[in-house]
């Protein structure tokens, strides 16, 4: 067990990794993670020097105050390596001023940027051994934050730690996608959390997702609460429609997840040719497109899939299938975004981030 003191993080090793280059191959997604973690407290009132420590379970008292209310938010982002053996993160710090915005909807201290930009890079380079290559492989890197006061008073908790922990992942499969409108449940409303990574969001879609798996579906799309006549995003990906040649997305508000891969999306079609609009959507357009034949593709965009193509549509008791589609924009796009995050072209954006 070596340490190590850096300016920013005290280090301590594993003694013996636990590496073997066979834990690389058909890993199912978020089930195998490296030989460190970054952790940082928060206590009486001040951040401590964050630590690279070796990866294993956490010891609270019941009576945190995550495990009652919820008070912890989360973000996902990759890095990503080249044919030499570079890595770069993409776009992180999107997910850092993302996570802030978490924090701050969710009464929590505001994470300083260089634990969080610099403790990453430090810890992907230590456990870069752990990053898969090829097409589609990538270094998930998960940042969780969660409150830790061991009180079970129903306020915001005055201790918390931060982690970072990372899993390597595989390009992601998942056969054919079908999705269908949500018009009963929410994931959102006017005023909520959506646009937080807030942990409990994700609990309360679990129930209508699986009711939607029971009747053939992998996915819903959910619409707005008021009305559920506008359409707004899927589970962990924001989603796109091409009605005949124009892509279309709707904007962020508080109920949309302001999505690092939406936004890159966004920009690659804006230069490259790809008539775009971001703009209220409707169910209504998208079953009449679909009905009329001009409903010519929808995929999903977020970091996990990076672009997820879907394969047809469900509304009231009906199945709109569409057809293969010519010049497929989700293929061009996706290539276009994987180009720039496996250092394959040139980066006009500034969006790949080398690590050390
Ligand atoms: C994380 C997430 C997304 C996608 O965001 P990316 O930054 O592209 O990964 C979209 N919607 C929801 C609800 C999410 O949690």
Redesign the pocket.
């Known amino acids: 067990m070596t340490r190590e003191i850096s300016e920013l993080v005290d280090i301590q090793t594993v003694n013996e990794s636990s590496f073997k280059p066979e834990l690389l191959h058909d890993i199912r997604f978020g089930t195998v993670f490296t030989d460190h973690m970054l952790v940082a407290d928060f206590k009486n009132g001040q951040w401590q020097k964050p630590k690279i420590m070796p990866y294993g379970p956490l010891a609270y008292e019941p009576s945190a105050k995550v495990f009652h209310y919820g008070q912890a938010i989360f ?3 990759k890095a990503f390596k080249d044919n030499v053996g570079n890595v770069f993160l993409f776009r992180p710090r ?2 850092f001023e ?1 996570m802030n915005k978490s924090a701050e909807r969710l009464a929590m201290p505001l994470i300083p940027e260089e634990y969080f930009m610099e403790g990453i890079k430090q810890l992907v380079a230590l456990d870069r051994q752990w990053i898969p290559e090829g097409e589609g492989a990538s270094l998930y890197i998960r940042p969780v934050y969660i409150a830790t006061d061991n009180e079970i008073a129903a306020s915001p908790s005055q201790s918390y730690r931060f982690m970072v922990i990372l899993s390597p992942a595989q390009a992601y499969y998942r056969g054919e996608v079908k999705v269908k409108f949500e018009t009963r449940y929410s ?1 959102a409303c006017p005023g909520g959390t ?1 646009y937080a ?1 807030a942990a409990g ?2 609990a309360a879609q679990f129930m209508p997702t699986e009711k939607a798996k029971k009747e053939g579906y992998q996915q819903v799309i959910w619409t707005d609460a008021v009305t559920h006549e506008l359409v707004e ?6 989603v796109f429609f091409r009605i005949n040649d124009t892509l279309l997305t709707a904007p962020v508000n508080d109920q ?9 999306i966004i920009q690659l079609a804006k230069d490259n040719r790809i008539p775009i609009e971001v703009r209220k959507i409707t169910v209504d357009e998208l079953v009449e497109a679909a009905k009329a034949g001009n409903l010519k593709e929808i995929f999903g ?4 899939a990076t672009v997820l193509p879907i394969k047809g549509l469900g509304w009231k008791n009906e199945f709109y299938e569409l057809q293969p589609p010519v010049d497929s924009y989700a293929d061009r796009l996706k290539k276009m975004l994987m180009d720039i995050q496996y250092n394959r072209t040139a980066d006009p954006y500034g969006w790949r981030v080398p690590v050390i």
């Open positions: 973000e996902g982002m999107k997910n993302r994931r959506g990574k969001n994700y995003e899927s589970g962990t990906m924001n949309i997840l302001n999505g690092v891969t939406r936004d890159s965009s977020g970091t996990a």
